[in-house]
């Protein structure tokens, strides 16, 4: 015999739920994976860590959403075509090694300062040797953003 309406929703009820439950579970797991940078030096060294593995959601989650980079030739690269890049592979971070890291803190913004030995591949070029950067972060909502970078060879 065919159950009953009773018997349906019951069961359908049951099923909605287990599945919201199971679905809430992955969320929290999947937010819980990512680690809100303690201060804007802890920010620019997880987004260099990021680039290094590849890692989007962290650059995703690191990076302000006007965030620019200026590229060697001048040129200002957003957001969006940088974790495009990492993502399809046309920008590669071998190795590299932060050193001489420095905050400037004016409370809610911070200027970070240092050297990256890096190798990477842009495209088909190979990229090899010391990198001055400089990043612009920002605390909006009590978490840590890099809005602004700059790279520099250094000769």
Request: glycine residues 8%.
């Amino acid at each position: 015999m065919i159950g009953t309406q009773h018997d349906i929703f019951p069961n359908m009820k049951k099923m909605i739920l287990a599945f919201l439950l199971v679905g809430w579970s992955f969320a929290s797991n999947a937010q819980a994976s990512f680690r809100q940078p303690t201060d804007a030096t802890d920010c620019t060294n997880m987004l260099f860590k990021a680039l290094l593995e590849k890692d989007g959601n962290t650059l995703s989650n690191v990076l302000s959403n006007d965030f620019s980079i200026i590229s060697f030739q001048g040129r200002e690269i957003n957001r969006d075509l940088l974790i495009g890049s990492i993502a399809k592979g046309y920008l590669t971070v071998d190795s590299g090694m932060l050193s001489g890291i420095r905050s400037r803190n004016y409370t809610d913004v911070t200027v970070v300062t240092g050297s990256w030995n890096v190798s990477a591949k842009i495209e088909n070029a190979s990229l090899q040797g010391e990198m001055a950067f400089m990043a612009v972060c920002a605390r909006t909502g009590g978490n840590w953003k890099i809005s602004m970078m700059q790279l520099t060879p250094v000769q």
